[in-house]
């Protein structure tokens, strides 16, 4: 899945350092969040979620923010590697007009991690 | 580790044309989804499929498109009269759980051609 995205806001970071991805999600009724990575080419890959009773979440490498109150998420990424490279997506499970829920993603980050 | 699959990986075709996008969701998975991406454009969920039948599809699933769970292991979009927006690529997802409640994992896309 290429998101060449010329658009896109792109984060350039050294290897090693720690990286900041930032997203604001739109519906406050939104219970539960996702970062995808995408690399070009492939399909999002999923990296950590987070449900709204909890405001941080730790995985490998990788930790989760969400502020409720101003909506707003974030992944960190500790010592990033050059094979961090991707585009990063934050998705949130909104409400469509049904009162179903779907995931709707935001528009992405481009990461670029040099060596 | 299992995952989504899907075939084939390019498909090219004639503007009014069908065209049937194929995936393997995970085995044990319960809910399937399409989404696409347009490309430089984020990713949009076109529609979840759960028992069989359609649980919940966006405005850009017309008439045109349609799902279906030929057997017990696969899952296809189908696009009944192509037109050259429906250029993208085209992820299938699967879930154990609902979008609500459980984390999706994506197969590598099919990027879709309309001449």
């Known amino acids: 899945g290429e998101s060449v995205g010329l658009h896109l806001p792109t984060l350039s970071v050294q290897e090693g350092d720690n990286s900041i991805i930032n997203c604001a999600y739109s519906?406050?009724?939104?219970?539960?969040f996702i970062w995808y990575k995408q690399e070009s080419g492939k399909g999002p890959q999923f990296i950590i979620d987070?449900?709204?009773?909890?405001d941080k979440r730790q995985g490998q490498r990788v930790t989760v923010l969400l502020n409720k109150t101003v909506k707003h998420l974030s992944l960190q990424i500790a010592a990033t590697q050059p094979g961090d490279s991707a585009v990063y997506f934050c998705a949130e499970n909104a409400y469509m007009d049904t009162g179903r829920r779907a995931l709707t993603f935001g528009s992405g980050t481009r990461l670029q991690v040099q060596p | 580790e299992p995952e989504v699959t899907q075939t084939p990986s390019h498909q090219v075709t004639q503007m009014g044309q069908e065209v049937i996008l194929r995936c393997v969701p995970i085995?044990?998975?319960?809910?399937f989804y399409w989404y696409r991406q347009i490309l430089g454009q984020k990713v949009e969920f076109l529609v979840s499929?759960?028992?069989?039948?359609?649980?919940?599809k966006s405005e850009i699933f017309d008439d045109q498109f349609s799902v279906e769970r030929p057997d017990g292991s696969n899952f296809t979009l189908k696009i009944r009269s192509t037109k050259l927006e429906d250029s993208a690529m085209y992820f299938c997802?699967?879930?154990?759980?609902?979008?609500?409640?459980?984390?999706?994992?994506f197969g590598p896309g099919t990027r879709l051609t309309v001449l």
């Open positions: 085995s044990n998975h319960l809910y």
């Open positions: 519906n406050s009724a939104s219970d539960y």
């Open positions: 987070i449900r709204s009773n909890m």
């Open positions: 499929f759960y028992n069989n039948e359609i649980s919940e």
């Open positions: 997802a699967s879930s154990l759980g609902t979008a609500g409640t459980d984390t999706q994992y």
